[in-house]
């Protein structure tokens, strides 16, 4: 008998969150097209849709941006454990520990709570800056309640208020991280809610599935390879030495979206005040466009499209971004997504309990009662 494993294609719930259409090339966060909002709208403000269901009024934005201000700051306590783990620890694994350190009696509550979800959000990005810096020999710095969540990120990594291009592009990439359907980690979440276990324990659950190189592998492939070309002039021999020897080009197709994907759409809008200003960056953009036209040629009718990783890659490359930083930054972007669907789990909760067929050998007597 054919063992059967994963669980892809198998319905797993009713959601009103996000929808993903690899067919049709669609991203839907709450009746709204992600690649529009990536473009149009703040982190905040996109945050504040997927947890209530609507776009905020002007108030309510204003309330949600003070409230993640205060949210920001990293406890005392828990600056004293970031400061005692090896540097050999990889960040992901320390940044589970520390949601988990952040389950105290306010956040092991049941059922979960909008304002747990926008702490968890808030304080995230400071502790992944207090970590970076701290492995670099640089003093942590406090966050700036004056900056939007994007910027302030920057400015706690980099230690300079940062330029409005890189935070329109960095907002753009958090936005289209938040939510993506039940994936692997979304999943993991909302499995161990479903137990009725806290928001941290379920964060935590996201994190370790999050990790794992087939699901939050951050597009360090893309890199190494925009980093080999080096030059403009270097792309086309590059790529065309690549194709001739079978080796997949990084950053190109998708296994979800069989079309263009909607992320690296509006990334490629989002990221436009970069052209001419970063030479990564434009490099990057031959490289795409070298790219696109010698698939063509070599797999005519493949269709294969720039994906959310190759722009991904382009953009925290521009930013100066360290490697280790990339999937923490994903994540960061993703607790948004995560925390909705703990959320939503939790309003109508029944635990996930699926079964298993047993293909293994059966005793060679029956029990004798």
């Known amino acids: 008998m054919a063992k059967v494993t994963g669980l892809e294609g ?81 960040l992901m694994l320390v940044l589970q520990s520390a949601v988990a350190a952040l389950g105290d009696k306010e956040n092991t509550t049941w ?37 939007g969540h994007a910027a302030n990120y ?24 938040m939510e993506h359907g039940m994936n692997a980690s979304t999943f993991a979440g909302r499995v161990v809610l479903s137990t009725e276990s806290d928001i941290c324990a379920a964060v935590c659950g996201a994190i370790g599935a999050m990790k794992g190189p087939l699901h939050g592998g951050a597009p360090y ?27 997949k080009l990084m950053g190109f197709g998708h296994r979800i979206y069989k079309t263009k994907d909607p992320r690296a759409e509006a990334l490629q809008i ?10 990564s960056f434009d490099l990057a953009l031959h490289v795409e466009a070298t790219a696109i036209a010698l698939l063509e040629e070599y797999k005519p009718g493949r269709r294969l499209f720039t994906n959310v990783e190759f722009y991904a890659a382009a953009i925290l490359k521009a930013l100066q971004l360290s490697p280790e930083i990339f999937t923490p930054t994903f994540t960061a972007g993703r607790i948004v997504g995560w925390t ?30």
Not at 221 to 245: C, F, H, K, Q, Y
Not at 270 to 279: C, D, F, P, Q, R
């Open 10 to 90: 198998v319905v797993a719930g009713e959601t009103e969150i996000g929808l993903v259409d690899g067919e049709k090339g669609h991203l839907v966060y709450r009746g709204y097209w992600a690649k529009e909002l990536a473009v149009s709208k703040s982190y905040e403000e996109v945050a504040y849709l997927l947890w209530n269901g609507h776009l905020p009024d002007a108030e309510e934005l204003a309330l949600l941006k003070a409230q993640m201000a205060e949210e920001r700051v990293i406890p005392e306590y828990l600056c004293r454990m970031l400061d005692l783990y090896p540097a050999s620890v990889p």
């Open 111 to 147: 059922p979960p709570t909008l304002k747990q979800a926008v702490r968890l959000t808030a304080v995230l990005p400071a502790i992944i800056a207090y970590r970076a810096r701290s492995l670099q020999g640089l003093t942590p710095l406090d966050s700036l309640p004056e900056l």
């Open 154 to 177: 920057l400015y706690l990594l980099t230690g300079k208020l940062p330029e409005e291009a890189h935070v329109k592009a960095l907002s753009a990439y958090l936005i289209l991280c």
């Open 221 to 247: 492939e893309v890199i190494s390879m925009l980093e080999d070309i080096g030059t403009v002039e270097r792309a086309e021999p590059w790529l065309r030495n690549a194709l001739d020897n079978g080796t």
């Open 270 to 279: 989002a990221t436009l005040e970069m052209i001419g200003k970063n030479a």
């Open 340 to 369: 909705a669907h703990i959320l939503e789990q939790a309003a109508n909760n029944r635990i996930f309990r699926p079964q298993s067929t047993y293909i293994g050998p059966m005793p060679e007597s029956e029990v004798v009662s």
